[in-house]
Each structure stands twice: as C-alpha cells, then as structure tokens.
C-alpha cells in the first residue's frame, strides 16, 4: 500500500527536473511581473502621444517654416519657397535681433531678481504671522496669482491710465503735480516700469506660497539651537533657512527664468511692445515680424532661436547649480 501512495504521489507532483514541466502557475507569474513592469509606460502612453500631438508636430512644423520663405503672396498661391538657411543667416547678420537678445536677458534678470528678493520675504512674513493674518495675507496672494493675466494686465492699464489713471491721481494729490497726465506707455522706461510691475505682482504668490510651505518642514530644533547660539535674524536665515532651503530657491528661480522671458500678453497688452518697438522682448519681436509684418518663415526662425537662447541660459544656470552641489559635496 505505501509503494502505491508513493507512486500515486510522484504521479500526480509535478516534475521540476530537467525536461519536465514547469510547475503550475509560475507562467502566470512570469507574465503577471511583465504586465506590472509595462503598466506605467502605458499609463505615460495618453500624456505622451497629446504632448507629440499639441506640441511635438507644431515644432516640427516650425522648424520646416523657418528654412522657407513664407510671405502674402506665397500664402495667397499655396508656394512652398525653401531657402535654407536664409532666414537665421538674415536675422543673425541685423542689430536689431541682438539689440532685443540683450534688453530680453536684462528684463529677464531684473524680474526674477524682484521676483525671489519678495517673495522670499512674504514668504518669511507668513510664517512670522499669527493664523488669521496668515489666512487673510494667503487669501490675497491667492486672489491675485488666480486672476486671469489679460484680466491683470487691463487693470493695470486702467491704473496707470494718462487721463483716468489711478497713479496719476495720487501722485497729483501728493503735489507732483507735473505726473498729473503723465503717460506712463510713452517712453521705454516708463512702460517696462509698468510691465515689470505687473509681471512682479502676478509672480509673488508662487514664489511667497511655496517658501512657506517649505518653511514648515524645516525642523523647529535648529532655529531654537540658532537662537541659543546668539544668532540674530538675518544669521539665523543664512545659517538654518537657506541651507535648508537651497533646493527650493535653485527650482523655483529656474522656473521664474522661463516663466519671464517667454512672457508674451502682458508685454503686447500693455504697448504691443512700443514706443517705437523699443520694449519689444524675443516673444513679442517673433510675433511682430511673423504676423505683424506678414513674414511667417521670419517669425518662425525668430522663434526658433528664441528657444534656443533660453535653452542656453537654462543650460547655463544648470551648471552653475551642479558645480555648487558638487564642490558642496
């Protein structure tokens, strides 16, 4: 009876040996962990194929335009005029592109500099604040950072309006009186004035909202041992804060660099990049040449060097940021 069983028993086990059959449900296994390692490429696989689509295809698109010749008449005609490198060569050889190259990366500089000099310091106000005051201080910047930016910036042209301004109105009360029509979009440093104001005002709440958060994961104890030490404010922000903090300020000036220099509406909104095209940055010079002037092949190779020096500058800044870390370490 037991030389039965055991035989019954290797009968029915299964046989691992070699030539045998793999045991039961180690294929399904196999197949189970290769469904799981695909499972996220094909969750990427939407965002992916909307990214080729919506920005992909269009960039390809530009960069044929820009190597053509592409005016009224060959739009009217449906031509198709290939120059090569005429455009970038024509563009390059004139004083006017590297004129707006270096007013764009000065404007660029001035911003994000205003930008994280506040917004680091609202940000260092909320945490400083009592609760309600911090409610009602996150409230505003909230309200501000979600107004629709045509919306801010027609506000701002109602505010510095040379007839019904309201800056005119208390600079005149306060007895300068010669402000009391000033035309703030007159001249170029009046109107970058105005922009820069503007585009500081929309800035501030990511910059402010996001320090004070980070603010809070910085551990009580070592501002309590920075205090015990004798350190005063400003110690305390350079030796606790910012160290800390580093991360935040290298990603969120990144992102301030390229949020800047690509603004477009509120510069064209408030002048349309006038006087005398004299507030024209990289953006708005592309537009103007491309559809003002009805020179799309232009316009398209503007906007492709326009890319590439912010890419430059970004890559810039990227090494700059690993060399720190690196000569840290």
Do not use: C
């Not at 180690?26 to 909307?50: E, F, I």
């Not at 910047?141 to 910036?153: C, F, G, N, S």
């Not at 701002?156 to 703030?184: E, I, K, T």
């Amino acid at each position: 009876m037991a030389v039965q069983l055991d035989d019954a028993v290797e009968k029915a086990a299964p046989r691992i040996g070699k030539g045998g059959a793999p045991p039961a449900g180690r294929g399904t296994g196999s197949r189970r962990s290769r469904v799981a390692r695909g499972t996220p490429y094909l969750l990427l696989l939407p965002a992916l194929l909307a990214t080729a689509v919506f920005l992909g295809w269009p960039m390809v698109r530009n960069i044929l335009l820009s190597f053509q010749t592409l005016n009224m008449k060959e739009l009217i005609q449906h031509l198709t005029v290939w120059t090569g490198t005429g455009n970038f060569q024509e563009i390059l050889g004139s004083g006017e592109f590297w004129r707006v190259t270096v007013r764009t990366i000065v404007f660029t500089g001035v911003n994000v500099v205003l930008i994280m000099v506040l917004g680091v310091l609202i940000g260092l106000l909320l945490a400083r604040l009592g609760k309600k005051m911090r409610l009602t201080l996150s409230v505003a910047l909230v309200l501000a950072w979600a107004m629709p930016v045509i919306a801010a910036t027609t506000v701002f042209q109602w505010l510095f309006d040379s007839r019904y301004g309201v800056a005119n109105w208390v600079l005149d009360q306060l007895g300068w009186h010669s402000m009391a029509h000033y035309d703030w979009v007159g001249t170029q440093l009046s109107t970058f004035f105005v922009i820069t104001l503007l585009i500081v005002w929309q800035s501030l709440p990511f910059v402010a909202l996001n320090l004070y958060a980070a603010t809070t994961t910085i551990p009580k104890e070592l501002y309590e041992a920075a205090r015990m030490d004798g350190a005063g404010t400003w110690k305390v922000f350079t030796s606790v804060t910012f160290p800390f903090l580093k991360p935040f300020f290298l990603a969120t000036t990144f992102l301030e660099v390229i949020w800047v220099f690509k603004a477009f509406p509120q510069i064209f909104a408030i002048n349309k990049g006038g006087p005398d095209r004299l507030t024209e940055t990289l953006p708005i010079y592309a537009f103007t040449e491309g559809v003002g002037n009805l020179h799309f092949g232009m316009g398209a190779a503007i906007s492709l060097l326009t890319i590439l020096v912010l890419l430059g500058m970004t890559a810039y800044y990227l090494r700059l940021t690993l060399k720190q870390e690196e000569d840290e370490l």
